[in-house]
């Protein structure tokens, strides 16, 4: 493609070069037979020169990643280490499309990390992670909701397995995915500490006492106290356990119970690759518990966050994420002796192209040039009308006039409505507002309908789809609510 800068570059000649280029690189530009970019050579109204485009078809490119990633999840089921295949692949693909061996300078930024969870959330990855991380949750409370009532000691437990998925939580929505691997392997962790010593206590018909003191003397048994603070064998760990604690007298006090644990030099359970295969063994449950483990350990010791953004990092974790689960599940299954019922995670179809999100800027841009006095009149008269519990125009206009949308941005879809949960997610700590998220969708949603109703005389407007109309509603009120509301205080 060096041609490129050559001045009177015809389209032939771009789209020959381009088949050239194909021809050679058919393996990692295709995917099923059908290419997922392409370039071509265009022109411009405000330029006489031109220029050549590289275009993606986002939905073709997307099915490839996807493909990749649970490709690679595959080779997890021959061994944990074989994840760092995946950064090989992303560093690969980063150096051969720079062409030189040159370290990338950081753009982890706000603005770019914004940028790229739009990406996510186009693709549907975003939406995907949320869900699986809900469900994850979920199992999490079914086994604290069977147990509590009997051993209310299980709490302490879940507790912390909710507050490390909480914490997940926030680490895919900033996009690190390589400390969400350090998470992922705490959880796994502690579940297994959390069903080693209920199947203990279980054996010694008390479960709570077992739960609840080897909770509290995790934080005793140090080097100092103990001549061995851990055991690494599931086996060992239990026979000593079983037959000690019986030694140990019943007591409400459990501080006491710590004392005698120390007393007797009773280790807390350390957990390694052995000591999950173990656990495989001792309870029948193959679920590769220790691969999964060797995963996160191999990206916790080896691969920094990346100085860049990846798509198939993030599509191969939420992969990975559902592996985890699936495992977690039955683990949790045989807890509480009884099934567990989470949803199957379902893709999420991304456009072919923008093409209805500009059907319906071409409205709003149409109706703002040639109505724009009778949509000012129309949003005024719906502001009067509105009413509700949670109906407070002055806050979404608030909203509005903080973000100041120009239509210049909203053409190029920087700002859509998916956005705005965003914004609120972000005012509404700060706002020292009980229910701002309320007030912003309830007065949305009214003036929505109440402007639908009224905009349908427009034929342009009537022959869009009812999903294309609430987005185009949408976009005239982010663009005029501000200054109607202002023009309406100026009056008063």
């Given at each position: 493609m060096s041609k490129a800068v050559k001045v009177g570059l015809t389209k032939e000649e771009v789209k020959e070069e381009w088949n050239k280029f194909l021809q050679h690189n058919r393996d990692i530009l295709t995917f099923h037979g059908k290419p997922f970019i392409s370039v071509s050579l265009r022109s411009t109204p405000f330029s006489e020169k031109e220029f050549l485009r590289l275009d993606v078809r986002w939905r073709l490119f997307n099915e490839y990643l996807e493909e990749k990633a649970i490709c690679f999840l595959s080779k997890i089921e021959k061994g944990g280490e074989n994840i760092m295949k995946v950064y090989q692949e992303i560093w690969s693909n980063f150096f051969a499309i720079t062409g030189i061996l040159e370290p990338p300078k950081p753009g982890y930024f706000p603005a770019s990390r914004e940028i790229f969870r739009k990406l996510l959330k186009r693709t549907g990855d975003y939406y995907q992670l949320e869900r699986l991380l809900d469900d994850f949750e979920g199992i999490i409370v079914k086994v604290e909701k069977v147990m509590k009532d009997k051993i209310p000691s299980i709490q302490l437990y879940t507790t912390?397995?909710?507050?490390?998925?909480?914490?997940?939580?926030?680490?895919?929505?900033?996009?690190?995915?390589?400390?969400?691997?350090?998470?992922?392997?705490?959880?796994?962790?502690?579940?297994?500490?959390?069903?080693?010593?209920?199947?203990?206590?279980?054996?010694?018909?008390?479960?709570?006492?077992?739960?609840?003191?080897?909770?509290?003397?995790?934080?005793?048994?140090?080097?100092?106290?103990?001549?061995?603070?851990?055991i690494y064998s599931l086996r060992r760990f239990r026979d000593k356990l079983v037959r000690k604690l019986p030694k140990i007298a019943p007591?409400?006090?459990?501080?006491?119970?710590?004392?005698?644990?120390?007393?007797?030099?009773?280790?807390?359970?350390?957990?390694?690759?052995?000591?999950?295969?173990?656990?495989?063994?001792?309870?029948?449950?193959?679920v590769g518990l220790d691969k999964l483990y060797s995963a996160c350990s191999s990206v916790i010791h080896n691969q920094p966050p990346l100085p860049f953004f990846s798509l198939l990092e993030v599509k191969f974790f939420k992969r990975f994420l559902e592996k985890y689960l699936n495992s977690i599940q039955i683990v949790a299954e045989k807890l509480i002796g009884r099934k567990i019922k989470i949803r199957k995670m379902l893709g999420v179809s991304i456009p072919e192209s923008d093409k209805p999100f500009k059907e319906c800027l071409k409205v709003v841009h149409k109706l703002w040039g040639e109505h724009d006095s009778e949509i000012k009149d129309l949003i005024k008269r719906a502001l009067a009308e509105v009413k509700g519990f949670w109906v407070r125009p002055l806050t979404l206009t608030a909203v509005f006039h903080l973000i100041s949308p120009s239509f210049t941005r909203l053409r190029k879809l920087f700002f859509m409505q998916e956005d705005l949960?965003?914004?609120?997610?972000?005012?509404?700590?700060?706002?020292?507002?009980?229910?701002?998220?309320?007030?912003?969708?309830?007065?949305?949603?009214?003036?929505?309908?109440?402007?639908t109703s009224e905009l349908e005389k427009h034929k342009t407007f009537s022959s869009l789809s009812e999903e294309?109309?609430?987005?185009?509603?949408?976009?005239?009120?982010?663009?005029?609510?501000?200054?109607?509301?202002?023009?309406m205080v100026k009056k008063k």
């Open positions: 912390n397995l909710i507050m490390d998925i909480q914490h997940l939580r926030t680490l895919v929505d900033v996009v690190n995915i390589p400390a969400a691997y350090l998470l992922l392997r705490n959880l796994l962790e502690s579940f297994v500490k959390l069903f080693v010593y209920y199947d203990i206590g279980r054996s010694i018909d008390n479960p709570d006492l077992v739960l609840s003191s080897m909770f509290l003397y995790a934080y005793e048994a140090t080097g100092e106290a103990l001549k061995k603070p851990r007591s409400n006090n459990l501080l006491n119970v710590i004392k005698r644990l120390k007393k007797l030099q009773i280790p807390t359970l350390g957990v390694k690759l052995q000591v999950l295969k173990e656990f495989s063994e001792v309870y029948r449950l193959d949960k965003d914004v609120v997610e972000k005012l509404e700590p700060i706002s020292f507002r009980i229910g701002l998220s309320y007030e912003v969708y309830e007065t949305l949603n009214a003036l929505q309908e109440v402007l294309q109309k609430k987005a185009t509603v949408f976009y005239l009120l982010s663009l005029y609510l501000p200054e109607v509301v202002e023009e």
